[in-house]
């Protein structure tokens, strides 16, 4: 990713993949899709997925992992740096 301050231009590496599925260990029980406050998890045609666009949206709360009992989910936070920043006010 690239960004532009006080006329600089600063590249920011890629968090990569930190999440994925496993289908063939997945049992379709739907907790990642309750637990995941954004809304990341969908099921289409009896399949769990991971939103295309989860790296600009998760907020590393690791939630769907600790609740996929299957192991179906691999999770790893980014890299440091890469990952979400929280800000207060
Ligand atoms: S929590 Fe795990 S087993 Fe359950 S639907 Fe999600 S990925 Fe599949
Ligand atoms: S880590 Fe949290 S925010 Fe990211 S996909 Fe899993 S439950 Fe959703």
Redesign the pocket.
């Given at each position: 990713m690239k960004i532009e301050i006080d006329g600089l231009t600063k590249h920011i590496p890629g968090t990569g993949d930190f999440?994925s599925i496993d289908n063939n260990k997945c049992n379709n029980c739907g907790r990642?899709i309750l637990?995941?406050?954004?809304n990341?998890?969908f099921r289409k045609d009896d399949k769990i997925y991971?939103s295309e666009d989860?790296k600009e949206k998760?907020?590393?709360?690791?939630?769907?992992?600790q609740v996929c009992d299957a192991n179906a989910i691999k999770?790893q936070y980014p890299a440091g740096g890469t990952g979400i920043i929280y800000e207060k006010g």
């Open positions: 999440i990642c637990v995941c406050l954004v990341l998890w991971i989860y998760c907020l590393e709360c690791a939630a769907c992992y999770f």
